[in-house]
């Protein structure tokens, strides 16, 4: 093959070589929720999958020293995410609101959406927020 058709045939294939990254890279990045008052940038922590808090708004951040927190900026919000199948993340997650941490999934449903749930112990008295991504 010639190198012009090598390249060519590269340059065909990128496309779709975008399309084919993993749901779990397209987990990482900036989501808000869904009152915009929150940003929270998923990341790898120590190997796993944490949601960090990089923005959020005035009443968030009263309500969250309201709740017990201090410090909301910088709070991880999702912590100790694991992928249990494609596109599907088991962890904590902590609500600020009232300083307390429970069981979470966070499910994606497209490359700009996702479903972050919430559960008391034995999936009971669940929640669940549609987040979008920050672009």
Known sequence: ??????VSMMLLSAPALAQDATLSERTYGTWKNPKNSVHVEAQECDGKMCGVVVW???KAKADARRGGTDQLIGRQLFQDFEEQQEGRWKGKVFVPDINRTFHGTVTIIDADTLEGKG???GG???KSQVWTRVK
């Open 119 to 121: 559960c008391l112990l």
């Open 124 to 126: 009971i008295g669940c």
């Open 1 to 6: 093959m010639t190198r012009s058709v090598l």
């Open 56 to 58: 959020a708004n005035d």
